[in-house]
């Protein structure tokens, strides 16, 4: 254990030392990264100003529930850029997780350590600063309890989104080529969950209850956080459920990841 | 004991068929009409250790197959294969640790590291104690001239180069087992043959045995004493390759120039010979290694006549397994 996480701190060595070889490359980056956030939020701001927020929400709490889905997918293409399926799936094309599979340490964790995306702090700088606004001028009642479950919430949040790419890889270990479908769940999923669940149709809903756990990620923890009334009639303790279907999310796919991994000895390319 | 084993080796691929058309596009994904292709079907040979054999076949024979499953990426679909001493799919991680292979196409070096840091990583990968790290890597370096390029990116590599570095990084946590797929494809004659003389090296000093594929010829020829050759899956030969020419040679040629006064003079014909150019006082001769030797033709001629000159033309081995491959001289009846 200790000598795959000492391999794992140098891989991603590695990957920062390369990436910061080309320092102005890596800068405007970083900005555009960033600044692609900022402007969709100040885009988001100037409508909810036009039609008096959404769905009953104002526009700081919209921006709360925004902020911290930035910040989880952020951090997430951080962690788990190496699964991000496009890149992935050329990986496999082109044979390169053959080499992986050469080495005599987990598969599983070179992909981890594969790429290391740090300009996506930029990302997590912007939602940070979109969650700041939001606290400072929501004027929280923030207990012990709450300080503590924002975190964690956010935390269950990049197991759930680094669930959503492993799956997404696995997929193409199957096709091979990146299908678009899949970033329909990862990018698209992130987007809509960045909006209160309650405007969306009942399917909707109901799939992001149901098929993917995402409401108990964003939604009623947001309810729980803002001291919001539930218009939707979930139980109490959805709010708590968090760090459960993040945790579930990603062992699943750890699980569908195995499982591909295996189908993929057998086949090939 | 074998270093590899192998017995009835099997791996079938499911291909589906594409249909054309967006219609066909369409259809394909609701069904899916797929053709079975045998890309190694029941091939069994074994290994001893120190050994350095040249696996030898066309595109698409199944070499790489083999060698995938040969190196655990590939589970084969039945048949055997120990290798040593693990199931290389089962034990991955153990067996690897052993082993060592390079698939000429693909680099196993970070891409964007200086040669050495690469070099050093896998050192840490492997678990190479420092002191062996050390002294392997100055060896290697000598041998195969690393020194110009040990700070340079991989990116920026020539192809011959990066190959060097490969086939270092491979050999660097003193493998039992080598694979090579494709060593020399794509390089210079020069690059070719300090690749070939590395090889042979390791092989003969560290005792590593080696299993190389290819399809270029002079490198089994200059490496290998044993050779397997397969096409469409099957094993059509393994032995020795002296034993390969002298079996599948076809016929031999001498080339003999006569004294001046002997060329118009009687037939020049001898028995087991048959003359297949007659230019002047020079004429060739055609012979099976079945029915006369070329000493036993030369002292039958220089009897009879005299004799100014003469030369013995052996077949070409590129020749020789070409007509193996299109006449699959070595296919046993269906069994």
Known sequence: MRHTLDIYRRLILVQIRSQLQYRVSFLLDTLATGFQVFISFITLALILQRFDGIGGWTLSEVAFLYGMVEVAFGTMDMLFSGFDPANFGRQVRQGAFDQLLLRPISATLQVFGSQFIIRRVGRIAQGLAVLTFAIVSLNLNWTPAKLVYLPIVIASLVCFFGGLFMIGATITFWTVDSIEVINIFTYGGSEMMSYPMHIYPDWVRRFFTYILPAIFLNYAPALYFLGKPDPLGLPPFAAFLAPVAGIATLLAALAFWQYGMRHYQSTGT | ?335
């Not at chain 2, 004991?1 to 099997?10: E, G, Q």
């Not at chain 2, 062996?132 to 990116?153: Q, S």
């Not at chain 2, 491979?170 to 060593?183: N, Q, R, V």
Request: net charge neutral; proline share 4%; charged share 25%.
């Open chain 2, 1 to 335: 004991m074998s270093i590899i084993s192998v017995t009835d080796l099997h791996k079938h691929f499911k291909v589906n068929k594409h249909r054309s058309g967006l219609a066909g596009a369409v259809r394909g994904l609701f069904s899916t009409e797929s053709t079975l292709v045998r890309a190694v079907d029941g091939i069994s040979f074994s290994v001893e250790p120190g050994e350095l054999v040249g696996y030898l076949g066309p595109n698409g024979a199944g070499k790489s197959t083999t060698l995938k499953m040969l190196t655990g990426l590939l589970v084969p679909t039945s048949g055997q294969l120990l290798s040593n001493g693990h199931v290389p799919w089962r034990e991955r991680k153990t067996y690897v640790a052993r082993i060592g292979a390079v698939f000429g196409q693909r680099t196993t070096l970070w891409w964007d590291l200086p040669v050495i840091e690469s070099l050093e990583l896998l050192q840490y990968v492997y678990k190479v104690p420092r002191e062996r790290f050390r002294h392997n890597l100055a060896e290697f370096r000598e041998l195969l001239e690393l020194g110009p390029f040990l700070n340079t990116p991989v990116r920026s590599l020539s192809l011959g180069q990066r190959m060097r570095a490969d086939i270092c990084a491979a050999l660097l946590h003193e493998p039992d087992l080598l694979f090579l797929d494709e060593p020399t494809i794509g390089l210079d004659v020069v690059a070719k043959e300090r690749i070939r003389q590395f090889i042979r090296h390791i092989n003969r000093e560290r005792g590593v045995t080696v299993l190389l594929t290819t399809h270029d010829l002079s490198d089994v020829e200059k490496l290998c004493e044993r050779v397997m050759i397969i096409d469409h899956g099957r094993l059509l030969y393994d032995g020795q390759l002296a034993a390969l020419r002298d079996r599948f040679g076809g016929k031999r040629e001498l080339v003999v120039d006569f004294a001046e006064d002997e060329g118009a003079a009687a037939d020049l014909s001898v028995d087991g010979a048959t003359i297949i150019e007659r230019d002047g006082p020079r004429v060739v001769y055609s012979f099976g290694r079945e029915t006369i030797s070329a000493s036993g033709l030369i002292s039958l001629l220089s009897a009879r006549y005299r004799i100014r000159d003469l030369s013995v033309r052996e077949p070409d081995i590129e020749d020789t397994i070409r007509r193996i491959y299109e006449e699959r001289l070595l296919e046993k009846p269906s069994n």
